[in-house]
Structures are given as C-alpha cells and as structure tokens.
T-cell receptor, first 118, second 113 residues
Framework: KAGVTQTPRYLIKTRGQQVTLSCSPI?????VSWYQQTPGQGLQFLFE???????NKGNFPGRFSGRQFSNSRSEMNVSTLELGDSALYLC?????????????????FGEGSWLTVV | DAKTTQPNSMESNEEEPVHLPCNHS???????IHWYRQLPSQGPEYVIH?????VNNRMASLAIAEDRKSSTLILHRATLRDAAVYYC??????????????WGLGTSLAVNP
C-alpha cells in the first residue's frame, strides 16, 4: 500500500510569508503527527491529529497550526515565516494516537518537506 | 513527559555487533518502547518495539531491562547501510493526559568499513 505522502518536497519562502504543507497518511490510518527537524534541535514534535481533532501539541508558537480533514489528510500552516523556521517538516501516520498503546502502533513517516526561509 | 536518554554518537566496525542503549526512567507500565532510525535525507523508519520481553526481528533485537527503565537495541552484524540516527521513544496509553512525545537527538551511529 502507498506510504505517507508529503507535498511539496522542497520550497523556498520569504520572511513574513506563510506556507501550507500537505500530508496524506497511509490508507486506514487516522492519526497524523507533524514534526520539525533541524540539525541542532533534532526531531521536535509539533502536533498530532486524530479523527479531525488535535489531540496533542508540542511547544511551538501559535504561528504553527494544523488541521485534519475527514479523509484523514492533514495540512500544517506556518504564518509570518522567520528564518529560524527553515527546516525539514515531517509528517507521520499511525493507526492510533500516540497515547493509545495497542501492540505497536507503529509510526510511518513521509519523506518530508524541506522549507527554506530567506 | 515521556523522555528517553541516548548517547549522542557511537561508532562500530562493519560486521561487528552494535549495542545502542536507551534510558527511560519515567516509563509507565503501559508504555511500549519503540526504536526508529533515520537514514540520511529520509524520514525515520520503524525498527522494532517491545513492552516487557526481549524481541527479535529481521532488522534487530531489543533487550529490555527487568525494571523497564532502560533498553538496548542490538544490531547483530553492522553493515554500512546501518549508519543512521537511531531514536528510542515511548508510545503508550495514558488516557486523559496530554503527553508530549519527545524524540530528542537520538544516537548517530557511524559504521567503519
């Protein structure tokens, strides 16, 4: 079956602009999480959605937002971009949210969207 | 918060075993221990997971301490393709709590030919 698909793969934006990233989870997965990855900070959890509801949120400013649609596809938005927002943004899907631990609940990641803010 | 602690980096020689440690002293009784690895320019991929007993799969073995406060990922014969960042995280049931998943920086494994 198809894996997690993220679009776009690469994009360049200017400071102050906003950006929307899209994620299509694995078919049947209802939980979608977003992560920011930078060389110095590693993998930082942004938020998690399950059945269109935000279930968990990391420590990021309100400029970072997301949503999930009824077909489980998800988008994240960053407004008023700053240079420090340049990063790899990863989307991951799983059957259940991270706080529901049936056996495994493996996370599957997409290849990410590389965002450069200039 | 579900925090794990791993060494920043480790080095191994090809065809030798590698033991990657992880401490998770705040683990709760229903948390599963998951390991993922991230190859260069790719998203992380699942390696193995366990709850209490040691686990084996085609990629690796997972040894879990009796008190579950630490675990070790074992690569039996490292290959150059195993050079990656390895993450140990906790995934578990904690109804009603807003647990923040913390991945940290993981362990960067270098494999020498």
């Amino acid at each position: 079956k198809a894996g997690v698909t993220q679009t776009p793969r690469y994009l360049i934006k200017t400071r102050g602009q906003q950006v929307t990233l899209s994620c299509s989870p694995i078919s049947g997965h209802r939980s979608v999480s977003w992560y920011q990855q930078t060389p110095g900070q590693g993998l930082q959890f942004l938020f998690e959605y399950f059945s269109e509801t935000q279930r968990n949120k990391g420590n990021f400013p309100g400029r970072f937002s997301g949503r999930q649609f009824s077909n489980s596809r998800s988008e994240m938005n960053v407004s008023t971009l700053e240079l420090g927002d340049s990063a790899l943004y990863l989307c991951a899907s799983s059957l259940f949210p991270g706080d529901q631990g049936s056996s495994g609940n493996t996370i599957y990641f997409g290849e990410g969207s590389w965002l450069t803010v200039v | 918060d579900a925090k794990t602690t791993q060494p920043n980096s480790m080095e191994s020689n090809e065809e030798e075993p590698v033991h990657l440690p992880c401490n998770h002293s705040t683990i709760s009784g229903t948390d599963y221990i998951h390991w993922y690895r991230q190859l260069p320019s790719q998203g992380p991929e699942y390696v193995i997971h366990g709850l209490t007993s040691n686990v084996n799969n085609r990629m690796a073995s997972l040894a879990i301490a009796e008190d579950r406060k630490s675990s070790t990922l074992i690569l039996h014969r490292a290959t150059l393709r195993d050079a990656a960042v390895y993450y140990c995280i906790l995934r578990g049931y904690n109804a009603g709590n807003n647990r923040k998943l913390i991945w940290g920086l993981g362990t960067s494994l270098a494999v020498n030919p």
